[in-house]
């Protein structure tokens, strides 16, 4: 059974840094692509990065590139997100999700998007604020 974990989130001030945690478990991590997405209340989920398993390949959303970054530890099955100087529009639920087939893999990775094959963690606040 796929299952996806997130961790790490929590209260941070403006400029400050959070490392999100995705442990995976039950499905071959190495041929996944895993996503980060967050979403607030009244608006849509959107990516904000992904990482390819099957080619190491990375994106980012224009709006977090350059702050954050998208990591993984395959000994771990964990995917993670460093993100670094926090802004308060970034406060959101950050949740990560799992695609396999190329299709699906080239919609999250290449044009973050939102696709209903996604299996989803159950996310990680990330509340910015002084």
């Known amino acids: 059974q796929v299952q996806l974990v997130e961790s790490g989130g929590g209260l941070v001030q403006p400029g400050g840094s959070l490392r999100l945690s995705c442990a995976a478990s039950?499905?071959?991590?190495?041929?996944?692509?895993i996503g980060w997405f967050r979403q607030t209340p009244g608006k849509e989920r959107e990516g904000v990065s992904c990482i390819d398993n099957n080619n190491g390949e990375t994106n980012y959303a224009d709006s977090v590139a350059g702050r954050f970054t998208i990591s993984r530890d395959n000994a771990k099955n964990t995917v993670y997100l460093q993100i670094d100087s926090l802004k308060p529009e970034d406060t959101a639920d950050y949740f990560c999700g799992a695609v396999r087939d190329a299709r699906s893999r080239q919609a999250i990775c290449v044009r973050l998007q939102v696709v209903d094959t996604i299996v989803w963690g159950k996310g990680t606040p990330v509340p910015v604020s002084s």
């Open positions: 039950g499905f071959g991590f190495d041929y996944y692509a």
